[in-house]
């Protein structure tokens, strides 16, 4: 075996297999390949994707609100100013400052979040970076334990398939693989195993509360308008 190969052996055998339960880092696995690590998605859609994940965590939080296309801080109870994780906080910071419309918070984001995103795997052994295999390709990041990279897939598909009531968080993550298109790939033995379910996903979504569903739709109008602008 070789010295790489024994390194990432040694990496998968302690990868944690419960993952990190944040939105983002669980799209970002997704949209991934559990092996390869090879992206799943465009980079301006990947980025789109994780940096709606991002804002998502924050709403989910009740850092954020996001209204009328706009977001902007929520208001608080409570003694924490800021969120606790670095990447959040950091977020949290550009977003206390100055106000802006959803779209331009999402294309703002989108430019950092799979680097962003991927560093946060990699402080939790979740990935590790890879080198560039020719100079005009760019670095990239591979999963330590494809075990531990394929769970969130893994658990929405069997919550779908066994018919149990999804999460909010798993929910919003229904939201934004549909946005992004990445549904297509991740739930397909769920839409043969449970076809009903898969077809009420829609509404499972659109029953979220309203800062989640302003999110979703606002991800999926940038990913719509990426797409069109890609085709001219």
Known sequence: MSESSSNTASSSSNAPLHGTGRLADEFFLIAHDDVSGKPRLADRLLGLGLAGALL???????????RAGVVSV?????????????LAARMFEYLRAEEHPV?????????????DVAARLTDAG???????????????WTPTSANAAALPA????????????????????????????????????????????????????????PPLTE????TEA???AAVASHRT
């Open 222 to 224: 940038a990913v719509g």
């Open 103 to 115: 779209r331009t918070w999402l294309a703002f984001f989108a430019r950092t979040a799979r680097d």
């Open 74 to 86: 929520a208001e608080r109870s409570g003694t924490a100013s800021a969120p606790s994780e670095a």
């Open 56 to 66: 998502g965590e924050l709403a989910m939080e009740k850092w954020i609100d996001l």
């Open 126 to 140: 979740l990935v590790a970076r890879h080198g560039r295999k020719r100079p005009w390709q760019a670095g990239g």
């Open 154 to 209: 893994a658990q929405l598909v069997t919550q779908l398939v066994r018919g149990r009531a999804l999460s909010e968080q798993q929910t919003v993550l229904v939201g934004l693989l549909r946005a992004t298109g990445l549904d297509q790939a991740v739930l397909w033995e769920a839409r043969q195993s449970a076809p009903n379910t898969v077809r009420h996903l829609g509404e499972a979504v659109a029953a979220l509360k």
């Open 215 to 218: 999110l979703i739709g606002q």
